[in-house]
């Protein structure tokens, strides 16, 4: 499974396309629509989480693994390119980012935890042993903020939980794959 990583990485690079272009046409017509924070904290997110599955496609690549392995693993960008289509923001001075948001809400963070469930599950199928350690420890925190994301509702509440996720999501990137050559 050498080439997993490249064609994880074609797909991570697909479902950046969607807050990439939020960003950039955030910052050119920043003048006539101000971007919600919110959104922008998730949409970073969703950057440094598609980093981390490229990263762990590279980590992974290395391991024989058979068919079923394999499609869960792809099961991971997909969904990522879910949550990337889910919270896609429109930039336009009569649309509220936030209330797209929230419209959204309940979708992405179901599918948001279903990612380390189904993480946990391709390393079960693969028969290798899921060792109580930081990996686990961060999925876990993954799962729980993404089932905490369900009841927030208030603008603040929501804008703080972002940042937690997006704080944690990057100590994991850092922590856990800091080893892995890119």
């Not at 960003?23 to 919110?38: C, G, H, I, K």
């Not at 804008?159 to 999501?169: F, N, S």
């Amino acid at each position: 499974m050498d080439y997993l990583w490249f064609f994880v990485g074609v797909l991570v690079g697909v479902a950046l396309d969607s807050p990439i272009r939020y960003l950039a046409t955030s910052l050119r017509q920043r003048r006539s629509v101000r971007p919600d924070p919110t959104v922008v904290v998730w949409q970073l997110f969703l950057i440094v989480l598609l980093i981390e599955f490229w990263v762990a496609s590279i980590s992974v690549s290395k391991a024989d693994m058979g068919l079923a392995q394999f499609l869960l693993f792809l099961l991971l960008p997909f969904g990522a390119m879910v949550l990337s289509t889910l919270s896609s923001p429109t930039v336009d001075p009569d649309v509220d980012q936030f209330e797209e948001f929230e419209a959204q809400r309940s979708v992405f963070f179901v599918v948001l935890a279903l990612l380390p469930v189904i993480s946990l599950l391709r390393e079960v199928v693969a028969g290798e042993s899921i060792p109580l350690d930081a990996d686990l420890a961060y999925r876990a925190l993954i799962m729980v903020g993404a089932l905490v994301g369900l009841a927030m509702r208030t603008r603040r509440a929501t804008l703080v939980h972002g940042v937690a996720m997006l704080v944690l999501i990057s100590v994991y990137l850092f922590d856990v794959y800091a080893t892995v050559p890119a």
